[in-house]
Antibody, heavy 119, light 108 residues
Framework: EVQLVESGGGLVQPGGSLRLSCAAS????????MSWVRQAPGKGLEWVSV???????YYADFVKGRFTISRDNSKNTLYLQMNSLRAEDTAVYYC?????????????WGQGTLVTVSS | SSELTQDPAVSVALGQTVRITCQGD??????ASWYQQKPGQAPVLVIY???NRPSGIPDRFSGSSSGNTASLTITGAQAEDEADYYC???????????FGGGTKLTVL
């Protein structure tokens, strides 16, 4: 079964750091594009970052320079290192396999992990 | 980057047909994909590409596209279809992804 399981969320103070993990099963993280998507409480979905199978990375402007996407091929796990966190980064963070070609889609999605930035 | 625009809310009578639209310049270059999200749950892919349904998605869900507008149609809406629906596509850069603001579907 193809599955993603996120972990690492929690309460952090403004300016703090947190690392999210996304463990994959049923497929290889290193052979696929993988994205992080977030959703603030009561708001819509917002794309955060992608890592290509070749290792290239791209970020939404609002996290550029603060967040870093990476993966550990041996653990088949995707990561999101979040630094200099702000209150507006409070959200549920989802990881998803990001298929791109003549047709694009995100599937599967993880269950999400909640990040709360507050003092 | 670019934006995708969706109507915030749409309603449909049980068993009737509803169309949810998504507009944006990037849709002239890229197909949209569509996601259903129920309260407290992760999004689920329902339509991608020209008009493809993942395994397990009922055939009452279909997609289409014309110019800068993509549409998700539910033919014979059921009570369990009540949810938020989001479109997405790559943006004009081709590297980033953009989501529509979401449409809350109410089945009456």
């Amino acid at each position: 079964e193809v599955q993603l399981v996120e972990s690492g969320g929690g309460l952090v103070q403004p300016g703090g750091s947190l690392r999210l993990s996304c463990a994959a099963s049923g497929f290889s993280v290193s052979s696929n594009y993988m994205s992080w998507v977030r959703q603030a409480p009561g708001k819509g979905l917002e794309w955060v970052s992608v890592i290509y199978s070749g290792g290239s990375t791209y970020y939404a402007d609002f996290v550029k320079g603060r967040f870093t996407i990476s993966r550990d091929n041996s653990k088949n796990t995707l990561y999101l290192q979040m630094n200099s966190l702000r209150a507006e980064d409070t959200a549920v963070y989802y990881c998803a396999r990001d298929k791109r070609g003549t047709e694009d889609w995100f599937d599967p999605w993880g269950q999400g992990t909640l990040v709360t930035v507050s003092s | 980057s670019s934006e995708l625009t969706q109507d915030p809310a749409v309603s449909v009578a049980l068993g009737q047909t509803v169309r949810i639209t998504c507009q944006g310049d990037s849709l002239r270059s890229y197909y949209a994909s569509w996601y259903q999200q129920k309260p407290g749950q992760a999004p689920v892919l329902v339509i991608y590409g020209k008009n493809n349904r993942p395994s397990g998605i009922p055939d009452r869900f279909s997609g289409s596209s014309s110019g800068n507008t993509a549409s998700l149609t539910i033919t014979g809406a059921q009570a369990e279809d009540e949810a938020d629906y989001y479109c997405n596509s790559r943006d004009s850069s081709g590297y980033h992804v953009v989501f529509g603001g979401g449409t809350k579907l109410t089945v009456l």
